[in-house]
């Protein structure tokens, strides 16, 4: 039977007639994508994705010149570009965080150094207890004393939103202090660059 007539009965539920067809083009689907990937294990996931998305979308499959492999291999190329740009923007995020991460560590040596006296250890329990998104930004721009811009850039977001997220965590870590009984104003050493200009 040609692709024309088992891609019809796959159609219509039939699991051996697409079983077929998987049969009869999974190597070119994974020659195509071992050509644009050079890497063995991607290239069979890129044709575990190529064949789960000719099942999805069996109703619009086209048959080209009594073949399915002609819509296989641009679903190949589709999905390929797909799988590299999601590896890009994985790789992106890791940088970010790995760029990030001196940041913490010196920040963590900077309360543990000052965590002895009450006031400070009402800090850092206070900044333990905010969102991890505000306690980001108040890290990178008052222990990390980072401009905003580059606060904004390790993060991924936009300066406006530094700016949101900055003012409204030392609001709520002032907010946590106050229900703390320490005496001296544990927040005063807290500014930001900008706020110091």
Known sequence: MDDEGLWRAARNGDPRAYEQVYERHRDRVFGQAARLLRSR???????????LEAWRRRADVRVVDGSVLPWLLVTTNNVVRNVARAARRHRAA???????????AEAEEAFDDVDSGPERSAVRHAL??????DRDVLVLC??????????????????????????RAKRRLADRLDGSAVGADPLS???SKEEAR
Do not use: H, Y
């Open 142 to 167: 008052v222990v990390g004393e980072l401009s905003m811009e580059a606060a904004a850039a390790a993060l991924g977001v936009p300066v406006g939103t530094v700016k949101s997220r900055l003012s």
């Open 41 to 51: 294990i991607e290239a069979e996931d890129v044709t575990a994705l190529v064949f």
């Open 94 to 104: 890791m940088d970010r965080i790995a760029s990030l991460a001196p940041v913490r």
């Open 189 to 191: 050493g807290l500014t």
């Open 128 to 133: 333990a207890a905010l969102r991890p998104p």
